[in-house]
């Protein structure tokens, strides 16, 4: 079946494309690393959050949520059940590329940018002040992460959020569409490289004892980490290429020249 680009999506698929080849840039410039880092702790928090959240809706009891400065994170969870585990588990890499065909989707959809923006920035604060201080402090005899890490990830997460609902007050439209486009982009390949690297972690005969999502899946189910990480891999591409096919054909009620308002 052919598909044809609607013309209403033109402005948004050429603006999509501009932010991953910059995306794709920043990964092979020297020394660039150190731009991209708050998007970097800002991928993480999703994919933390999306443990989070989603262990918390399975009946789960979320002890804490920390961001490290290199960029990893850890959410400890005590699941309700063997079914919420593999919920739990599988919730960080899908969580991330589902959060990044959701961005896309609204902005396609006529969600304005700075409206995205804003929840984006609600969405880290609510995640730091539930998830990354208060479920620490109610869990502080059990807690198994060190106090510098919960700080860390306080402070980390109030800046983002705090830059995040600045950005939807003060940028132009078009800024808050090129801001959200980027930060969609940034998590779909993000995800995409990190289950590339948690493959050869679990590669056979890599040697790695690195515990990881699959890693844990393979605990719960007998089934080896590799097969799991190839799963997630094909749904999060089934995810983004109907996600990009939605954006790019669908008829969306944004006007062609929505993207270039001020």
Not at 46 to 68: D, F, N, R, Y
Request: charged share 10%.
């Amino acid at each position: 079946m052919k598909y044809k680009l609607a013309e209403d999506a033109r402005p948004q698929v050429t603006l999509l494309l501009i932010a991953t080849i910059i995306t794709i840039a920043l990964w092979f410039i020297p020394y660039m690393g150190i731009l991209v880092y708050p998007i970097r702790l800002f991928v993480t928090f999703i994919h933390e959050g999306g443990h989070a959240l989603v262990g918390a809706l399975t009946g789960g009891s979320v002890q804490s949520l920390t961001v490290a400065s290199d960029g990893s994170g850890l959410t400890y969870i005590m699941p309700s059940g063997w079914f919420a585990s593999l919920l739990f588990s599988s919730a960080g890499y899908l969580g991330t590329t589902f959060f990044g065909v959701l961005m896309l989707a609204l902005i396609r959809y006529r969600v304005s940018a700075k409206t995205v923006l804003l929840g984006c920035g609600i969405l880290i604060g609510a995640l730091t002040l539930i998830f990354g201080l208060i479920s620490p402090v109610f869990n502080f005899l059990s807690l198994q992460v060190g106090f510098s890490s919960v700080l860390f990830t306080i402070v980390t997460g109030s800046l983002l959020a705090a830059v995040l609902v600045a950005l939807s007050r003060f940028l132009s439209a078009r800024a808050a569409n090129f801001a959200v486009a980027f930060l969609a982009i940034q998590c779909l390949l993000n995800s995409l490289s990190d289950l590339k690297t948690l493959f050869f972690i679990n590669a056979p005969f890599s040697g790695s004892d690195i515990m990881n999502d699959a890693g844990n899946m393979a605990t719960a189910t007998a089934v080896p980490a590799l097969i799991w990480v190839v799963i997630w891999i094909g749904i999060s591409l089934f995810m983004i290429t109907i996600g990009i096919r939605l954006y790019a054909t669908g008829k969306g009620k944004a006007a062609a020249d929505s993207l270039f308002e001020d």
